[in-house]
T-cell receptor, first 115, second 112 residues
Framework: AQSVTQLDSHVSVSEGTPVLLRCNYSSSYSPSLFWYVQHPNKGLQLLLKYTSAATLVKGINGFEAEFKKSETSFHLTKPSAHMSDAAEYFCVVKSEGYNNNDMRFGAGTRLTVKP | KAGVTQTPRYLIKTRGQQVTLSCSPI?????VSWYQQTPGQGLQFLFEYFSETQRNKGNFPGRFSGRQFSNSRSEMNVSTLELGDSALYLCASSFRGETEAFFGQGTRLTVV
């Protein structure tokens, strides 16, 4: 079984301040973990992925995430928020077992960036 | 390289009707997955197709069905539409299914 919990439904930061979006996961198999971003009325865009290589993963637009197996966490961070970062963010876990390729999405975290 | 293309972008249907949505994956991708996104339930997995075979299925009633063609394009069909089927339907493609998925912009279905 696999599941994802995003600990905050809404995060609000000021432009130029750090961003932290929290994600905990549960997986019976070695997981692959992803962060996707969704802007209003748009599809999902991949920010970054973890697939059992380096535990600190760098993504697009200055985002990065650290895989911590002991804490079953995969938090997303960015040193300095930009107005264009305002969007919905989804943490995703994916099992690598054969015939079990469905992705499990967290409930999402809405990021608001204040000027 | 073109991205994942979903058509149509918007649909309005009446309860009881049926609807077909289309998804063209990125060239070379053989896995196509479908998801339903609603404000109440979030993103839920519908099914995955790989090389014209349904490989995995989520927990949705039989009114939801799909298929994949030899060129990897996929269609999703919903019969006997209900008001609760109103949602954004997202399609994602990947090279084999084990790699990261790329999403289309979605089809917004409104059932009235």
């Amino acid at each position: 079984a696999q599941s994802v919990t995003q600990l905050d439904s809404h995060v609000s930061v000021s432009e130029g301040t750090p961003v932290l979006l929290r994600c905990n996961y549960s997986s019976s198999y070695s997981p692959s973990l992803f962060w996707y971003v969704q802007h209003p009325n748009k599809g999902l865009q991949l920010l970054l992925k973890y697939t059992s290589a380096a535990t600190l993963v760098k993504g697009i637009n200055g985002f990065e995430a650290e895989f911590k197996k002991s804490e079953t966490s995969f938090h997303l961070t960015k040193p300095s928020a930009h107005m264009s970062d305002a969007a919905e963010y989804f943490c995703v876990v994916k099992s690598e077992g054969y015939n079990n390729n469905d992705m499990r999405f967290g409930a999402g975290t809405r990021l608001t960036v204040k000027p | 390289k073109a991205g994942v293309t979903q058509t149509p972008r918007y649909l309005i249907k009446t309860r009881g009707q049926q609807v077909t949505l289309s998804c063209s994956p990125i060239s070379g991708h053989r896995s196509v997955s479908w998801y339903q996104q609603t404000p109440g339930q979030g993103l839920q997995f519908l099914f995955e197709y790989f090389s014209e075979t349904q490989r995995n299925k989520g927990n949705f009633p039989g009114r939801f069905s799909g298929r994949q063609f030899s060129n990897s394009r996929s269609e999703m069909n919903v019969s006997t539409l209900e008001l609760g089927d109103s949602a954004l339907y997202l399609c994602a493609s990947s090279f084999r299914g084990e790699t990261e998925a790329f999403f289309g912009q979605g089809t917004r279905l409104t059932v009235v």
